[in-house]
């Protein structure tokens, strides 16, 4: 992300830090290390809920109840460890959280083994896995700073980590797909959980020096804290509207991809292979708007990228319930939906983050990533038992056809938001006065 009324155009100054992060070592490690993790996750994104629909006959209620259970620790814990990030180093906490999801990852494969493995234990994974990555979640955006200096670089970095899960999302499915089809459902989540352990030894080679947040002035009290990061967000004209269109995004995403699941294996009759294969497939369209990212944001308004790219995500779920006939027919217009919804996620991510880091300063940016991963993924938690529970009373198909009107609906205040509006990148923020806060 830029600095200055130029930021989205600005080439970096070679006087200062090098002008390409490719001669950034610390950041090429973690971004490496976030590559392998991000593979592993796309596996378990689909082997996860797998499980519980193959060897459990799980309902869509169940699986419903799987995906709250693994994001509704974003609604409850994400301000609280936004909190304690802003307080502490955040590589080791980040080490802690991928060595956490390792073991819970590892433990699905060995129940399965054992033979007692049941939906009980795997909700309880899988809220665990949910908690450790609230804490990584939360950690790593306020980390990138660390190891990217000049907020100049800071759009060229999150088009690098768009791309890197863009990457994931084409080439994961397919993989999870595979391995399932060839392993089984729980013995394939072994990859994620080996995907951890690289992430883990790349935050150990990182030779940059994280200095620990220097205390305030008065004493810190938790709620004052909380609150901070709070009105932060709500009381930014730019970051308030991104956060409040976050939920009915997510809600929308969620919903779909959980349901489109169970849809295209039991109403479809896809196999899980050929349901990985469109995930991969339809997924190249977020690797080229993560690809693209950096030079479309140069060339247009930043705005404008912004509306175009978020409508084309609320658009392309219609595609899913009016797909019929064949089934290669039918799996082609899931791929042209998946392709268009990704392809501009790809490029209104990096758009956001861009926003989010440039409009936030370095005490409040734990703080700012937690209140946006509690309302993103609050969003996201309610998606899975209300879109299951519907769908369980009038049907899969019906189901995906409402969320389809919903997300179009969403388009009108994506139209008014002062977001769709700007022209660059503002001006980065500047510390708030602890005088004035007090």
């Given at each position: 992300?830029?600095?200055?009324?130029?930021?989205?155009?600005?080439?970096?100054?070679?006087?200062?830090?090098?002008?390409?992060?490719?001669?950034?070592?610390?950041?090429?490690?973690?971004?490496?290390?976030?590559?392998?993790?991000?593979?592993?996750?796309?596996?378990?994104?689909?082997?996860?809920?797998?499980?519980?629909?193959?060897?459990?006959?799980?309902?869509?209620?169940?699986?419903?109840?799987?995906?709250?259970?693994?994001?509704?620790?974003?609604?409850?814990?994400?301000?609280?460890?936004?909190?304690?990030?802003?307080?502490?180093?955040?590589?080791?906490?980040?080490?802690?959280?991928?060595?956490?999801?390792?073991?819970?990852l590892a433990l699905?494969?060995?129940?399965?083994?054992?033979?007692?493995?049941?939906?009980?234990?795997?909700?309880?994974?899988?809220?665990?896995?949910?908690?450790?990555?609230?804490?990584?979640?939360?950690?790593?955006?306020?980390?990138?700073?660390?190891?990217?200096?000049?907020?100049?670089?800071?759009?060229?970095?999150?088009?690098?980590?768009?791309?890197?899960?863009?990457?994931?999302?084409?080439?994961?499915?397919?993989?999870?797909?595979?391995?399932?089809?060839?392993?089984?459902?729980?013995?394939?989540?072994?990859?994620?959980?080996?995907?951890?352990?690289?992430?883990?030894?790349?935050?150990?080679?990182?030779?940059?020096?994280?200095?620990?947040?220097?205390?305030?002035?008065?004493?810190?009290?938790?709620?004052?804290?909380?609150?901070?990061?709070?009105?932060?967000?709500?009381?930014?004209?730019?970051?308030?509207?991104?956060?409040?269109?976050?939920?009915?995004?997510?809600?929308?995403?969620?919903?779909?991809?959980?349901?489109f699941i169970v849809?295209?294996?039991?109403?479809?009759?896809?196999?899980?292979?050929?349901?990985?294969?469109?995930?991969?497939?339809?997924?190249?369209?977020?690797?080229?708007?993560?690809?693209?990212?950096?030079?479309?944001?140069?060339?247009?308004?930043?705005?404008?990228?912004?509306?175009?790219?978020?409508?084309?995500?609320?658009?392309?779920?219609?595609?899913?319930?009016?797909?019929?006939?064949?089934?290669?027919?039918?799996?082609?217009?899931?791929i042209v939906s998946?392709?268009?919804?990704?392809?501009?996620?790809?490029?209104?991510?990096?758009?956001?983050?861009?926003?989010?880091?440039?409009?936030?300063?370095?005490?409040?940016?734990?703080?700012?990533?937690?209140?946006?991963?509690?309302?993103?993924?609050?969003?996201?938690?309610?998606?899975?038992?209300?879109?299951?529970?519907?769908?369980?009373?009038?049907?899969?198909?019906?189901?995906?056809?409402?969320?389809?009107?919903?997300?179009?609906?969403?388009?009108?205040?994506?139209?008014?938001?002062?977001?769709?509006?700007?022209?660059?990148?503002?001006?980065?923020?500047?510390?708030?006065?602890?005088?004035?806060?007090?």
């Open positions: 992300m830029s600095t200055g009324t130029d930021a989205a155009t600005a080439e970096p100054d070679v006087s200062g830090e090098r002008s390409t992060l490719w001669h950034n070592r610390d950041f090429v490690t973690f971004w490496v290390g976030e590559t392998v993790s991000l593979f592993g996750t796309q596996v378990t994104t689909l082997a996860l809920p797998l499980t519980a629909v193959l060897m459990f006959d799980a309902s869509t209620e169940q699986v419903g109840v799987l995906r709250f259970v693994q994001l509704v620790p974003y609604f409850g814990l994400a301000l609280l460890f936004g909190v304690w990030v802003d307080r502490v180093r955040r590589r080791p906490v980040m080490f802690a959280a991928n060595a956490v999801r390792m073991v819970l699905v494969p060995l129940l399965s083994h054992l033979g007692v493995l049941s939906m009980g234990p795997l909700l309880i994974i899988a809220c665990g896995i949910g908690i450790a990555s609230v804490l990584f979640d939360v950690s790593w955006m306020s980390y990138v700073p660390t190891l990217v200096k000049d907020p100049k670089h800071y759009v060229e970095a999150y088009a690098k980590l768009g791309v890197t899960s863009s990457s994931a999302d084409v080439a994961g499915p397919g993989l999870a797909g595979v391995l399932v089809g060839a392993l089984t459902a729980p013995t394939a989540l072994v990859f994620d959980a080996f995907s951890y352990l690289a992430s883990m030894v790349s935050l150990v080679l990182i030779r940059a020096r994280e200095e620990r947040p220097t205390p305030p002035a008065t004493k810190r009290r938790l709620r004052t804290e909380l609150s901070d990061g709070w009105h932060w967000v709500f009381g930014d004209r730019i970051l308030r509207p991104l956060v409040l269109m976050g939920p009915a995004c997510n809600f929308c995403m969620v919903s779909i991809q959980t349901l849809y295209a294996i039991r109403d479809v009759g896809l196999r899980p292979f050929m349901l990985g294969f469109i995930l991969s497939m339809s997924a190249v369209g977020g690797l080229l708007g993560a690809s693209v990212s950096r030079k479309v944001i140069q060339r247009f308004a930043l705005g404008r990228v912004y509306f175009v790219s978020m409508t084309a995500i609320f658009l392309a779920p219609a595609l899913i319930p009016l797909a019929s006939g064949t089934k290669p027919f039918v799996a082609a217009m899931f998946f392709f268009v919804s990704y392809l501009g996620l790809g490029t209104v991510q990096v758009v956001m983050m861009s926003l989010r880091q440039t409009c936030t300063p370095a005490s409040l940016m734990g703080r700012m990533s937690a209140v946006f991963r509690m309302m993103l993924f609050g969003g996201g938690a309610l998606a899975g038992p209300v879109s299951g529970f519907v769908a369980g009373a009038v049907g899969l198909r019906t189901t995906l056809a409402l969320l389809a009107i919903l997300a179009v609906a969403l388009i009108v205040p994506l139209a008014l938001s002062p977001v769709s509006r700007l022209r660059e990148l503002p001006p980065p923020a500047v510390e708030p006065d602890p005088v004035a806060a007090s």
